[in-house]
């Protein structure tokens, strides 16, 4: 008798288990698609809620120097960080070809958008990433265990590999930011892969290392 197998020819394969790119992708198109489906009142209340939440921590508190995203494809809004009276300086991300770099931000700053709708500084006052304190990190998912899926173009892993060449460094701290429904069960660390030292949400902050 034939099997399954014989009958779909030699390069099908009946229920293939799905890889571990697959998965991320898949998170990726469905966690996305979610938070852009946020009302404007939800998103709201709970950036105000997230953004209490940092504005309490004491990594936050102790800071002087913070890298911060700006809001992209739904993303948490943390502008009002940067609106409020403060002594901490800003530095928001820019893209350079494959790598990242960050630029001194406030209030007042003018932006554009780069070649992927990602909002950035005209203003190039760069600071050297390991002169940072604390790196506000953009994220798509995060599992307890602080493995953080991205977009998928592996800027911030690359921009902060020295953190797990170098063990003993304790800053910058990585912190993700993102909403609840953005935490996982399981996101199968890749071996590039920067883990983050926790991440926070409009409901809590979660410390991983």
């Excluded at 034939?2 to 469905?30: E, F, M, Y």
């Excluded at 960050?102 to 006052?125: A, D, H, M, Q, W």
């Excluded at 910058?172 to 983050?196: C, H, M, N, T």
Aim: net charge positive.
């Amino acid at each position: 008798m034939w099997g399954a197998s014989s009958l779909l020819g030699p390069n099908v394969s009946v229920n293939k288990k799905p890889s571990a790119t697959d998965i991320r992708k898949q998170l990726r198109v469905t966690i996305r698609a979610e938070r852009r489906s946020l009302s404007p009142s939800e998103r709201a209340l709970a950036d105000k809620s997230l953004i209490q939440r940092l504005k309490n921590l004491l990594a936050f508190k102790r800071a002087k120097r913070i890298g911060i995203y700006l809001a992209f494809d739904g993303e948490p809004d943390l502008s009002r960080l940067i609106a409020a009276p403060c002594s901490q300086k800003f530095f928001a991300p820019i893209l350079l070809n494959r790598g990242l770099a960050f630029s001194r931000f406030n209030k007042n700053s003018v932006i554009k958008t780069n070649r992927f709708g990602v909002p950035e500084p005209i203003l190039r006052n760069y600071a050297e990433p390991d002169s940072l304190d604390l790196i506000l990190t953009p994220l798509v998912a995060f599992n307890d265990k602080g493995v953080r899926l991205g977009l998928g173009g592996g800027h911030y892993d690359r921009c902060f590999r020295f953190l797990e060449a170098h063990y003993w460094r304790s800053r910058p701290i990585l912190l993700g930011i993102g909403y609840e429904f953005q935490r996982v069960s399981s996101i199968q660390a890749e071996k590039w892969d920067v883990r983050l030292w926790g991440a926070a949400t409009e409901l809590t902050i979660r410390q991983f290392s």
